[in-house]
């Protein structure tokens, strides 16, 4: 049961990672070769809710490009391969 969170936790390590290095490449070189940099924007601007004694904000965005997506398919393929 250990091993099963173990590998879980590397599985969603290595894709972070993946995402990460793939959103760097895609910046770095969407001057480039524009086709890395084109992506899209999910998500909603940060809202706040005011209860007077309780004030939460909330907000998320998530931002993909090709550079990413090709970052996280080489994650997956490096995790299967371990």
């Known amino acids: ?3 099963r969170s173990t590998n879980a936790l590397a599985l969603v390590i290595f894709l ?3 995402l990460i290095i793939g959103s760097f490449i895609g910046d770095l070189l969407g001057e480039t070769i524009g086709l890395l940099s084109f992506g899209k924007t999910i998500g ?3 809202f706040t809710l005011d209860l007077a004694f ?3 904000t909330f907000g998320l965005k998530f931002t993909m490009n090709i550079a990413s ?3 996280l ?3 997956l393929v ?3 391969r371990l």
């Open 78 to 80: 490096i995790y299967k």
């Open 69 to 71: 997506v090709i970052g």
């Open 44 to 46: 909603f601007d940060p």
């Open 1 to 3: 049961m250990i091993r």
């Open 54 to 56: 309780l004030k939460l």
């Open 16 to 18: 972070l990672i993946g």
């Open 73 to 75: 398919i080489l994650a």
